[in-house]
């Protein structure tokens, strides 16, 4: 079983990036995504998740309105579209599959997890 998350770099504020998160070794149909983040010197924050089976989203306040979260089964791939990207969103941003059908805002609840992308915003 195994997530990499990509799709990271460096971009000025407003600009946009499209994170992957691809799955390997289990079928990621049968699962909801989640998308955290870790800023340096702090804990993981939760971002996005998408349920399993109908695809509903939730996101976090401080993201919401500017993060979209997609999924296709059929590549085995969940997205991150970020737009309007803001300095206090540079963080490493980790994929994560969850043990409930419609994800979760606790880290603890998610089982696997992808080794994290860079995000840098800076002007």
């Known amino acids: 079983v195994q997530l990499q998350a990509s799709g990271g770099g460096s971009v000025q504020p407003g600009g946009s990036l499209q994170l992957s998160c691809a799955a390997s070794?289990?079928?990621?149909?049968?699962?909801?995504i989640g998308w955290f983040r870790q800023a340096p010197g702090k804990g993981r924050e939760w971002v996005s998740c998408?349920?399993?089976?109908?695809?509903?989203?939730y996101y976090s306040r401080s993201v919401k309105g500017r993060f979209t979260i997609s999924r296709d089964n059929a590549k085995k791939t969940v997205t991150l579209q970020m737009i309007g990207l803001r300095p206090e969103d540079t963080a490493v941003y980790y994929c994560?599959?969850?043990?409930?059908?419609?994800?979760?805002?606790?880290?603890?609840?998610?089982?696997?997890w992808g080794q994290g992308t860079l995000v840098t915003v800076s002007s």
């Open positions: 994560a599959s969850a043990r409930r059908p419609y994800g979760s805002r606790s880290p603890a609840e998610y089982a696997y």
């Open positions: 070794g289990f079928s990621l149909s049968h699962y909801a």
């Open positions: 998408i349920s399993d089976t109908d695809s509903t989203t």
